[in-house]
């Protein structure tokens, strides 16, 4: 209010005035009041979210400079003495660092390769099917998986994959002969059993996106492209494809943002003290020490690297994707 | 225009009669058949199981019917008061869950679809952000050990109150509502509280269920949140006692406060409890079914 009576210092004197510039190119402190007053309520109403993400998002994220601290509950955040890079150097120096990155590289590899490609061959083969009762059936059906927990999935996983009474265990064994393989537990099945798990869990959900991007097709290039002579094989090739192309391209930098996201819950469930050098990555590795040792700034320093590399990841394929010509998530 | 539309719909106007061509469809009808074969065969074997008698699950003798019916593993389950309780307080999680974060989310998503609101860019960098980077598991731990939460119901629920995912299509959803719809209310005297509940609200029953829905089943599903946070084993949700009892070597006996004795069906409570746990999830799964389809992709196919 005070600056309304100084006119040498409002922006709208008549030195700095340009013709055609509205009057209102900044506003005074009194409207800004009257502003935020009138919307009120509006602002009453985004206060609890607000509160919400600096309370469990951004208290966790000022949390994180434990990592260059020696974290000590007792002392708490301001006491605890700081130590620089010390939990980083012990993570890169002992030998966790290249095991943990190791396990999660190759689950990471195996999710591009098995895992991403599924639902998009699944959702070019429903577009294909001509009855469309069948077509919403077999969607609404391997839809189901995705909405049960991994608990679920990794409790099915021991009864039909463990050696005692599992029954797939045991249909194996039959075939093949020899001695009983106890599968969830060992550390040479701990891979293909992961990846069997997420292409049961998510590859009937995952093709929702595309079949939402091909829905939005015009029928009439079909038509056309009968018309000048193409086969089943030709549209697929130059309609379809195309089509989803966009929606590949976004889950693609979707998964490679979130490589290093090998999934907790599902790691944890079928981790076991036999495949443990093969099961453990940041995740689980971070929950093992950080929680049930107490090594919290260590820990912490873990989960830091994960999340700093996280951010270069979806950085640098969103970079990746707009070079190689797409549009990109942002 | 209606005709042209009928076409759409109708994938049979498209016509396709070689040979080749009806053997792919051919083909590909049974690979889709296998597909659901295999979504759904491990789910009716566990069912199938949950009636077995010990003998048969432990001479692999059945796969999708058993010889004898008996019930013996539900009887144990529910003899004791372990499982009881696990139940209640998942359906107790659950619901207040749900409508603590469906409440956060709606009235966190209505001011940010208000373009003319000052600040509107801040507060969706700022939820848009936590998409990119978060503090992680043990910063957010210590977070709720200093809220105090630990063994507390509530660090089930608070600390995934809103998933921004979620509130960012909500707010998509807003945005499309008709303005002139809530422009009339406000002339009528209402104020932006008075707006969103009487009008708004009631216009979004869809997104509010489909929601709603999502966010029940994330509850229900959650094992990392109890796994965190939970130590007390009276607190114990019912996937931290699915785990439990299907975990190798586990006493399940003792887990679930009933007496052991020769008949006390240790494989069959495996095949039980994870029916008991599944059974909510498919009995709501139609009613998901018939909105995510539209709830996920408002959001996602704009922006």
Same mark, same amino acid.
């Given at each position: 209010?005070?600056?309304?009576?100084?006119?040498?210092?409002?922006?709208?004197?008549?030195?700095?005035?340009?013709?055609?510039?509205?009057?209102?190119?900044?506003?005074?402190?009194?409207?800004?009041?009257?502003?935020?007053?009138?919307?009120?309520?509006?602002?009453?109403?985004?206060?609890?979210?607000?509160?919400?993400?600096?309370?469990?998002?951004?208290?966790?994220?000022?949390?994180?400079?434990?990592?260059?601290?020696?974290?000590?509950?007792?002392?708490?955040?301001?006491?605890?003495?700081?130590?620089?890079?010390?939990?980083?150097?012990?993570?890169?120096?002992?030998?966790?660092?290249?095991?943990?990155?190791?396990?999660?590289?190759?689950?990471?590899?195996?999710?591009?390769?098995?895992?991403?490609?599924?639902?998009?061959?699944?959702?070019?083969?429903?577009?294909?099917?001509?009855?469309?009762?069948?077509?919403?059936?077999?969607?609404?059906? =391997? #839809?189901?998986?995705?909405?049960?927990?991994?608990?679920?999935?990794?409790?099915?996983?021991?009864?039909?994959?463990?050696?005692?009474?599992?029954?797939?265990?045991?249909?194996?064994?039959?075939?093949?002969?020899?001695?009983?393989?106890?599968?969830?537990?060992?550390?040479?099945?701990?891979?293909? =059993?992961?990846?069997?798990?997420?292409?049961?869990?998510?590859?009937?959900?995952?093709? =929702?996106? #595309?079949?939402?991007?091909?829905?939005?097709?015009?029928?009439?290039?079909?038509?056309?492209?009968?018309?000048?002579?193409?086969?089943?094989?030709?549209?697929?090739?130059?309609?379809?494809?195309?089509?989803?192309?966009?929606?590949?391209?976004?889950?693609?930098?979707?998964?490679?943002?979130?490589?290093?996201?090998?999934?907790?819950?599902?790691?944890?469930?079928?981790?076991?003290?036999?495949?443990?050098?093969?099961?453990?990555?940041?995740?689980?590795?971070?929950?093992?020490?950080?929680?049930?040792?107490?090594?919290?700034?260590?820990?912490?320093?873990?989960?830091?690297?994960?999340?700093?590399?996280?951010?270069?990841?979806?950085?640098?394929?969103?970079?990746?994707?707009?070079?190689?010509?797409?549009?990109?998530?942002? | 225009?209606?005709?042209?539309?009928?076409?759409?719909?109708?994938?049979?106007?498209?016509?396709?009669?070689?040979?080749?061509?009806?053997?792919?469809?051919?083909?590909?009808?049974?690979?889709?058949?296998?597909?659901?074969?295999?979504?759904?065969?491990?789910?009716?074997?566990?069912?199938?199981?949950?009636?077995?008698?010990?003998?048969?699950?432990?001479?692999?003798?059945?796969?999708?019917?058993?010889?004898?019916?008996?019930?013996?593993?539900?009887?144990?389950?529910?003899?004791?008061?372990?499982?009881?309780?696990?139940?209640?307080?998942?359906?107790?999680?659950?619901?207040?869950?749900?409508?603590?974060?469906?409440?956060?989310?709606?009235?966190?998503?209505?001011?940010?679809?208000?373009?003319?609101?000052?600040?509107?860019?801040?507060?969706?960098?700022?939820?848009?952000?936590?998409?990119?980077?978060?503090?992680?598991?043990?910063?957010?731990?210590?977070?709720?050990?200093?809220?105090?939460?630990?063994?507390?119901?509530?660090?089930?629920?608070?600390?995934?109150?809103?998933?921004?995912?979620?509130?960012?299509?909500?707010?998509?959803?807003?945005?499309?509502?008709?303005?002139?719809?809530?422009?009339?209310?406000?002339?009528?005297?209402?104020?932006?509280?008075?707006?969103?509940?009487?009008?708004?609200?009631?216009?979004?029953?869809?997104?509010?269920?489909?929601?709603?829905?999502?966010?029940?089943?994330?509850?229900?599903?959650?094992?990392?949140?109890?796994?965190?946070?939970?130590?007390?084993?009276?607190?114990?949700?019912?996937?931290?006692?699915?785990?439990?009892?299907?975990?190798?070597?586990?006493?399940?006996?003792?887990?679930?406060?009933?007496?052991?004795?020769?008949?006390?069906?240790?494989?069959?409570?495996?095949?039980?409890?994870?029916?008991?746990?599944?059974?909510?999830?498919?009995?709501?799964?139609?009613?998901?079914?018939?909105?995510?389809?539209?709830?996920?992709?408002?959001?996602?196919?704009?922006?």
């Amino acid at each position: 209010m005070a600056t309304d009576l100084v006119p040498g210092v409002a922006p709208d004197t008549p030195k700095t005035k340009r013709p055609g510039v509205p009057r209102v190119a900044r506003k005074k402190p009194a409207r800004r009041l009257a502003l935020l007053l009138r919307h009120r309520w509006l602002y009453l109403m985004l206060l609890p979210g607000v509160v919400y993400f600096l309370v469990f998002k951004y208290w966790p994220m000022y949390g994180l400079h434990i990592a260059f601290k020696d974290y000590v509950p007792f002392l708490g955040y301001s006491g605890s003495p700081w130590v620089g890079f010390k939990h980083f150097d012990e993570l890169f120096t002992s030998g966790d660092f290249s095991r943990l990155m190791i396990n999660t590289l190759v689950l990471a590899l195996l999710t591009i390769v098995f895992v991403f490609p599924a639902p998009i061959v699944v959702a070019l083969l429903l577009n294909e099917v001509r009855v469309s009762v069948f077509k919403r059936s077999v969607q609404s059906l =391997i #839809y189901i998986p995705h909405f049960l927990s991994w608990t679920i999935v990794a409790s099915l996983t021991y009864l039909l994959f463990s050696a005692d009474f599992g029954v797939l265990a045991g249909f194996i064994n039959d075939i093949v002969g020899g001695q009983r393989v106890d599968y969830v537990a060992q550390a040479d099945w701990f891979r293909p =059993i992961i990846v069997l798990q997420l292409l049961w869990k998510q590859t009937g959900w995952g093709t =929702i996106i #595309y079949l939402a991007a091909l829905a939005g097709v015009d029928q009439q290039l079909y038509e056309a492209a009968r018309v000048d002579g193409a086969g089943r094989w030709r549209q697929l090739w130059h309609i379809t494809l195309p089509a989803i192309r966009p929606a590949i391209v976004v889950m693609a930098i979707l998964t490679s943002g979130n490589l290093l996201d090998t999934g907790f819950e599902q790691i944890w469930l079928m981790t076991s003290s036999l495949n443990r050098p093969v099961s453990e990555v940041f995740d689980t590795y971070t929950y093992y020490v950080g929680i049930t040792q107490g090594a919290f700034s260590y820990a912490t320093a873990m989960g830091l690297f994960k999340g700093v590399a996280g951010v270069f990841l979806i950085v640098g394929s969103n970079w990746l994707a707009k070079r190689l010509g797409q549009r990109g998530l942002y | 225009m209606a005709i042209l539309n009928a076409r759409r719909r109708n994938p049979s106007v498209r016509h396709y009669d070689s040979l080749g061509s009806r053997v792919f469809d051919v083909a590909n009808t049974l690979v889709l058949l296998f597909l659901v074969a295999i979504t759904l065969l491990p789910l009716l074997y566990v069912l199938a199981g949950s009636f077995a008698s010990e003998g048969e699950i432990d001479s692999r003798s059945f796969f999708l019917w058993p010889e004898r019916f008996v019930t013996d593993a539900y009887d144990y389950m529910f003899a004791g008061d372990t499982f009881i309780r696990a139940l209640l307080t998942t359906i107790m999680v659950t619901l207040v869950g749900t409508l603590v974060q469906v409440g956060l989310t709606l009235t966190m998503a209505y001011p940010l679809s208000k373009r003319h609101l000052p600040g509107r860019v801040l507060f969706i960098n700022l939820v848009l952000f936590t998409l990119v980077f978060s503090g992680g598991m043990v910063p957010t731990y210590l977070v709720v050990r200093e809220l105090g939460l630990l063994d507390s119901y509530w660090a089930l629920i608070l600390p995934l109150a809103i998933n921004p995912f979620y509130l960012l299509i909500v707010k998509s959803f807003f945005q499309e509502l008709p303005e002139a719809l809530e422009e009339a209310a406000r002339i009528d005297g209402c104020n932006e509280l008075q707006v969103f509940w009487r009008i708004v609200l009631p216009l979004s029953k869809p997104v509010i269920a489909t929601f709603s829905l999502f966010y029940a089943v994330a509850i229900w599903n959650d094992y990392m949140s109890p796994l965190l946070y939970i130590n007390d084993e009276k607190k114990w949700t019912l996937q931290v006692l699915v785990r439990q009892l299907t975990a190798p070597n586990a006493d399940s006996a003792n887990m679930l406060g009933t007496q052991s004795s020769a008949s006390f069906p240790e494989q069959g409570l495996k095949f039980a409890v994870i029916v008991l746990a599944t059974v909510p999830i498919l009995l709501v799964y139609p009613f998901l079914q018939k909105h995510f389809a539209k709830g996920v992709l408002i959001g996602s196919v704009k922006e």
